[in-house]
């Protein structure tokens, strides 16, 4: 059993430079489920993009809302968790240093809880007893050990997260008076906003939805259920940025050659999100009855400052490549531009995802327009925007971190061949993301709904003119599907092939000179108060309206 004093002093005789093998070995145990999520879960998008073009129809035993579940919960919400809390784990370790054996074993149990939860809620999906995607609207009602499997992710998430944070706390006790490491600090961020946001779907499903699928009660308040499941589901989005923010801001400059723009704006940022990612929830539900205007208008303000911390980090970002781009004798407006390491793919793939993120989030703002939510909500758009944000700019910055974490944690390398072939994959994936992507933004302008198999709606005209971009989303997501075939073949040959060796994890270093953080920066009880703060002014009416003014529940429905 190793003490505390001497992973400490390991730790720093490495120089925190290696993520320890047995804590890397905990990181690994979640990326690879993450990663047999990815294959899974991309096939089920490929046949879903076939099914809706209209040239293919599912086996019978398959149906498209059963595919379409398995699609989302496995990338929506496997492929983000597991791959988050074994980066985050790794990134802890990195930057704080070895985990305790305490530690480690909550962050072991975490696993196993999530991945027992995991195999039965997926169990329930595969046997159809729980086609009711990856947002489980009641009250479409599925089977209770669909809902339990997805508690029990939720629970193995916070014990994780909780070995991380207490690592964190020794670094803080060993170091009193130092400003805590970035990478650190934003993985314990994303952890509050997590363990804050993740209490309204837990009151949700273990309080309405577990009973009422047991028949213990027989109705339930769909619209208490669904804003309770907002107020977790947008902070759910900040959740999977989140890590991605951390690779832009600390890993990227590193990998660059250059240093990190600005600690405090990095930390500001983070601070942001934690305050203001929970608060806005019902911007998901403007179309909905039952909640009053003044407090949507509400949310969309409060929606329009959360945009506020992604400005800052694009500004950031901007600036680490120009500054970096400049120091290597880039000359003009643009000529810094030429000097970044495009044939990196630790670079090029998270990258790719920045620009993605640049129409991703202007859609975004434009979904948070109350007047031009009328038009978008409910259509394909809304899944063009979350293919931008989530699909491309997290995903492929994940895979672009995959790729150079999985050889650091096992003791292998990323070969020049391998990177070429992870270059691939941004290519393939910017090329088949911009033609699903932009397909599903017309055809989502044009009227085409979310959510729907193929139909010709009895010949209407409208529908018609859906079918051309249909078929475009199809040729997008089978090119989209090849890059996941490669992103397979790699992760397996990166897992048990490559040759052994040190591959880096890259941490940048903050400019020399630059200014301490200010400690209120730092003060997670000070942000805290605040955050809990926003939440009950934004929520507090609302719930209380929806309790007094619901009409009687509604019964569970079965429609697959
Ligand atoms: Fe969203 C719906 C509003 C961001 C995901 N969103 C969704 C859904 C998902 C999702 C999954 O207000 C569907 C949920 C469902 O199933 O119903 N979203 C926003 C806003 C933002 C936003 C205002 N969304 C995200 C992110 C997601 C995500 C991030 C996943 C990770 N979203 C909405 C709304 C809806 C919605 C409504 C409901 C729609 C409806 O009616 O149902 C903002 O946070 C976006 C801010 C982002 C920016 C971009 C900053 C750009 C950066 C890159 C810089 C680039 C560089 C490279 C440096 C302002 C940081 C430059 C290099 C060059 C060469 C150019």
Redesign the pocket.
């Known amino acids: 059993m190793t003490t505390t004093k001497e992973t400490v002093q390991k730790s720093v005789s490495s120089g925190f430079k290696n993520v320890d093998r047995k804590d890397g070995k905990l990181a690994l145990a979640y990326i690879y489920v993450a990663f047999i999520a990815v294959f899974l879960g991309g096939t089920a998008g490929l046949l879903q993009v076939l099914v809706r073009s209209g040239a293919y129809e599912l086996p019978s035993f398959l149906n498209y809302y059963q595919v379409l579940t398995v699609h989302g919960v496995l990338l929506?919400l496997v492929l983000t968790t597991f791959f988050i809390l074994g980066f985050q784990t790794a990134a802890v370790s990195r930057t704080s240093g070895t985990f305790t054996d305490k530690q480690r074993t909550i962050g072991w149990i975490g696993f196993w809880v999530a991945t027992i939860g995991l195999v039965a809620a997926a169990a329930m999906i595969l046997t159809n007893e729980a086609s009711v995607l990856y947002?489980f609207y009641a009250p479409l009602q599925a089977h209770v050990v669909f809902y339990l499997g997805l508690a029990f992710v939720i629970v193995g998430s916070w014990l994780t997260g909780a070995a991380q944070i207490m690592r964190f706390v020794q670094w803080k006790k060993e170091n009193k008076g130092q400003s805590s490491p970035l990478l650190s600090f934003m993985v314990v961020v994303n952890n509050f906003l997590w363990y804050v946001c993740t209490l309204g779907v837990a009151i949700e499903v273990l309080v309405q939805l577990v009973p009422w699928s047991l028949g213990l009660v027989e109705r339930v308040d769909v619209l208490l259920s669904r804003t309770l499941f907002w107020y977790f589901?947008h902070a759910l989005?900040?959740f999977?940025?989140l890590p991605a923010y951390m690779v832009w801001y600390v890993v990227i400059p590193k990998i660059i050659g250059g240093k990190i723009f600005s600690e405090s704006l990095a930390k500001l940022a983070f601070m942001l999100f934690l305050i203001l990612s929970v608060p806005v929830g019902i911007?998901?539900q403007?179309m909905e009855p039952g909640i009053d205007a003044l407090w949507k208008f509400i949310q969309a303000c409060l929606?329009f400052f959360?945009?506020v911390p992604?400005?800052m980090?694009?500004f950031s970002?901007?600036a680490t490549f120009e500054l970096r781009g400049r120091e290597l004798g880039g000359k003009g407006v643009f000529g810094w531009f030429k000097k970044l390491p495009w044939n990196d793919s630790r670079f090029l793939l998270p990258?790719i995802g920045?620009?993605a993120?640049?129409p991703g989030?202007a859609g975004?703002?434009i979904?948070?327009s109350y007047q031009m939510?009328e038009l978008?909500?409910?259509t394909i758009w809304?899944t063009g925007?979350?293919h931008l944000?989530?699909a491309t700019?997290?995903a492929l910055t994940y895979f672009g971190t995959a790729f150079w974490l999985i050889p650091h944690l096992n003791g292998r390398k990323l070969t020049k061949r391998a990177n070429s072939m992870a270059n691939c994959v941004g290519i393939l994936w910017a090329i088949g993301m911009t033609i699903m992507s932009s397909s599903m933004h017309i055809a989502g302008l044009l009227g085409a709904p979310r959510r729907s198999a193929y139909s010709e709606y009895g010949g209407s005209e409208q529908a018609a003119e859906w079918i051309s971009y249909q078929v475009a989303q199809a040729i997008g997501g089978s090119i989209l599907f090849i890059a996941i075939l490669v992103i397979t073949g790699l992760i397996i040959y990166l897992a048990f092939f490559a040759p052994k060796g040190e591959q880096d994890f890259p941490v940048a270093e903050v400019a020399p000179g630059a200014a301490k953080v200010p400690a209120s920066l730092e003060n997670f009880k000070l942000w805290g108060v605040i955050m809990i703060a926003v939440i009950i002014f934004a929520y507090t009416i609302p719930i209380i309206d929806i309790i007094n003014t619901s009409p009687v529940g509604s019964k569970g429905f079965k429609l697959w």
Request: glycine share 10%; proline share 0%; aromatic share 18%.
């Open positions: 929506g947002t589901g989005v900040y999977w940025l911007h998901h403007f929606t959360v945009v992604s400005l980090t694009a970002m901007f990258f920045m620009v993120f640049i989030g975004g703002i979904n948070a939510n978008v909500h409910n809304v925007h979350f944000t989530i700019a997290v």
